[in-house]
């Protein structure tokens, strides 16, 4: 079975999708992410004028990061790790408490090639939405491929949840 990852022109037309929401909606975007290294960042901000809707992204690799730039709770990393749902829900609540935006998404997740374990195989990732006055969601999955492959995924998954959360 041949697995099709999504090319840069996908991730582009799901970048405009969220742009065009964002200025429908007159509200800024935040990033918070650790496996993608600011590459849903860099997809929104490729566009000319994102200035107008992207508040900000952050890349938040190690815990100390996550503790001090997103205000993940230290015990939260100790008890469930970064890899987790609780982990990627206090990632994107940081995320927006932080900055002026009215949607977040925050992304955590083994990419490969190593880091992976039993319990958490490189392909895992939790992915995190919430908008200003709502609540935290967060959606667990397993992705196929390489790291380029697991990242790229993860960059489209986020994507299809902000544009998900912003017609809701």
Known sequence: ???SFPSD???RQLAEQVAELALQKRLMMVTAESCTGGWIAK???DLPGSSAWFDAGVVTYS???KEALLGVNPGTLERTGAVSEETALEMVSGALARFGAGMAVAV???AGPSGGTPDKPVGTVWIGWKRRGGYATARLFQFDGDREAVRRQTVAAALKGVLH????
């Open 9 to 11: 022109a996908e991730l």
């Open 165 to 168: 959360s912003l017609t809701d």
């Open 1 to 3: 079975m041949t697995v």
């Open 63 to 65: 815990y100390g990061a």
């Open 43 to 45: 997809a929104l901000t």
């Open 108 to 110: 955590t997740g083994i």
